[in-house]
């Protein structure tokens, strides 16, 4: 936890010399210092940091392993889905072959 060290005896007396009596300075350096502590407590440390840091780059390192490991699944499942789509291409082009072989030797024997 931080905090914010600042010279009470100091504010206290420059207050005073401005025309506070003791007990307004008092108030009012008890008050700032009570302001200054409550802010410091949401404070990071360098520490915190530090650590939010190292959370922060192993998340990062393990979801750029979790990324590239699908994107090597999915490069395998497109090569698979494309080498399945080549041999079922290359089927219908060698059906549609066959079957303009065989219309073209039915026009010959029967055409005219």
């Not at 410091?40 to 998340?59: F, R, V, W």
């Not at 497109?78 to 039915?106: C, H, P, Q, W, Y």
């Amino acid at each position: 936890m931080s905090s914010i060290n600042f010279d009470t005896h100091f504010f206290i007396k420059n207050l005073e010399k401005n025309g506070f009596t003791e007990n307004q300075a008092e108030s009012v350096v008890r008050l700032l210092s009570g302001v200054c502590e409550e802010a410091t407590e949401k404070l990071a440390t360098k520490d915190d940091l530090i650590k939010i840091s190292e959370i922060t780059k192993n998340d990062l390192i393990k979801f750029s392993e979790l990324t590239k490991n699908d994107l090597i699944k999915f490069s395998e499942l497109a090569r698979k889905d494309i080498e399945l789509l080549e041999s079922r291409m290359t089927n219908k082009m060698g059906g549609m072959i066959i079957a303009l072989a065989g219309f073209l030797v039915a026009i010959k024997f029967f055409g005219h």
